[in-house]
Structures are given as C-alpha cells and as structure tokens.
C-alpha cells in the first residue's frame, strides 16, 4: 500500500496551549481520514489475485452429490469455480490434487449460499472435489475430473 505524505502549511502563529474548536476538527478530520485510507485498498490489489484469462466452472451442492456440466481443463489453465448450495444442508467444496493433498476450499455455505475458489493447475492428472462436513464424503459426495496437458 502507498503511504501518502501530507505537509500542513500555517500561520506563523503557534497554536493555542488549549485545543480551541479549530485544533479538535483537525484532529477529528486527520483521525477519519487515516482510518479511512487505512481500510481501502486500491483497486489493483483487488484484481491481481485473477488472472484474465480465467474461465468459470459452475458447481451445484445437493445432499451428497456434486453437479455441473462436463468441461475440459488443461494444465496451465486457471479456473474459477462457483460453487452454489442447492441443498437443505451446509455443504463445502475442497479441491484435492493428485496426491490427493489440499489445493483449496470454500467456506461452508449455508443453504442458498455461494462460494468460490480460483486455481491455476500447473500439473495435469486426476484431481477430486469433495464435500467433508460431517458424513458428507462418506455418504459419496465427490467428483473427480482430469486436466489434460
């Protein structure tokens, strides 16, 4: 983040030993500006985490199963998963790759809830999404899909 230099230029008058009206707004007005700047971020920040050329993948969630239409993906590709909870239960979606380790996941949505992940696969093979809320995987709720080379 940029930190920005601000210079006050005053009279040659000091200021009084007591804050007067005029010092408090000042201080009030440089307070809400540095909480201000401090929790905006700037907009190029909000789009370097994707890359342009990605491509959208919809994934629905119902009781123990995933859907969505079939796709090719293709090592290098990246992709943004939407993943929307059309069940009457919490559902997650956690991507495993192909040592079956932890790519990434969403939160768990609530019914009615959508979530999302963004990967770039760098390795092409057998990946899997599963849902591991309570007996979710258990009861089957996965998928598996390949990234071609």
């Known amino acids: 983040m940029a930190t920005a230099r601000y210079r006050l230029e005053h009279d040659a008058a ?9 010092r408090r707004l000042l201080a009030i007005v440089v307070s809400v500006l540095t909480v201000w700047l401090a929790a905006c971020g700037s907009a190029d920040e909000a789009t370097t985490d994707v890359p342009e050329n990605t491509r959208t993948i919809e994934i629905v969630a119902t009781e123990y199963a995933f859907s969505g239409d079939p796709t090719t993906i293709t090592a290098g590709e990246t992709i943004r998963f939407v993943v929307r909870n ?22 768990q949505l609530a019914p009615g809830e959508v979530g999302e992940i963004t990967v770039t696969f760098a390795s092409p093979g057998l990946y899997q999404v599963i849902c591991d809320v309570d007996d979710h995987l258990s009861r089957g709720q996965r998928a598996s899909f390949t990234v071609g080379e």
């Not at 919490?90 to 790519?103: F, K, N, P, S, W």
């Open 14 to 22: 000091p200021f009084p030993s007591r804050p007067g009206p005029s």
């Open 86 to 107: 059309d069940g009457g239960l919490i559902h997650e979606l956690q991507l495993l790759d192909t040592d079956a380790r932890l790519v990434d996941r969403t939160e």
